[in-house]
Each structure stands twice: as structure tokens, then as C-alpha cells.
Nanobody
């Protein structure tokens, strides 16, 4: 079955950097859109960065110039490089991937388990 496994979160001081990873495993046909969301305490989950189906990148205004989303298609892995971390970046980060399970099927969306990023001042 399909799994998304995230890693790379942790406790870091403001101004530091982290690299999050999201590896897709299991039997799939192809991957469409891939996105990173985050959810801070008592807040709604928000989209921070993503690749659309055409492969174009997009970012939330609050993270532009600090976050970089990349993907390794050979490894079915999505990355999020986070630089110049701020305390307001503290949140659980989730990957969301649209997967085509077989030829001609519609995409099925999967979520990672989340990885916590905590930024101290």
C-alpha cells in the first residue's frame, strides 16, 4: 500500500535552517501534484509550497524567498528547504501528494504523518 514518510523536523534557533523530506513508497503508476502544508497550534492547516500537475512551483507569500520546494522523481521524494527560520514558522509540516495508482485512474490524495518544526527565539 502507499505510504508517505516524512522526516527532517526538529528544534532550531531563529535564523537557522532545516530540510524536510517526504518519501512516497508503495506501488504507484505516477505522481501528480505534490505540496507542503503546515498547521500551527490552534490554527488551520495552510498551504506553504507546492508543485502543480504541470510541475510549476508556487509558494505562500509568507514564505517566499525563504522556502524552496524540490522533488527527486527517481526517488519519489519531495523536499522543503527552510532558511532564515522564524518563530512563526513553528508548526507541524505535512506533505500531500496526488498519486495515480493505475493507468487512467483519477488521482488519490495522501497525507504524510507530519513532522514538527519548532523555532526558538
Amino acid at each position: 500500500h502507499v505510504q508517505l514518510v516524512e522526516s527532517g523536523g526538529g528544534l532550531v534557533q531563529a535564523g537557522g535552517s532545516l530540510r524536510l523530506s517526504c518519501e512516497v513508497s508503495g506501488r504507484i503508476f505516477s505522481i501528480n501534484a505534490m505540496r507542503w502544508y503546515r498547521q500551527a497550534a490552534v490554527k488551520q492547516r495552510e498551504l506553504v509550497a507546492g508543485f502543480n500537475r504541470a510541475g510549476s512551483q508556487h509558494y505562500a507569500d509568507s514564505v517566499k524567498s525563504r522556502f524552496t520546494i524540490t522533488r527527486d522523481n527517481d526517488k519519489n521524494t519531495l523536499y522543503l528547504q527552510i532558511n532564515s527560520l522564524k518563530t512563526e514558522d513553528t508548526a507541524a509540516y505535512y506533505c500531500n501528494v496526488a498519486i495515480i495508482l493505475s493507468y487512467g485512474s483519477s488521482p488519490t490524495y495522501y497525507w504524510g504523518q507530519g513532522t514538527q518544526v519548532t523555532v526558538s527565539s
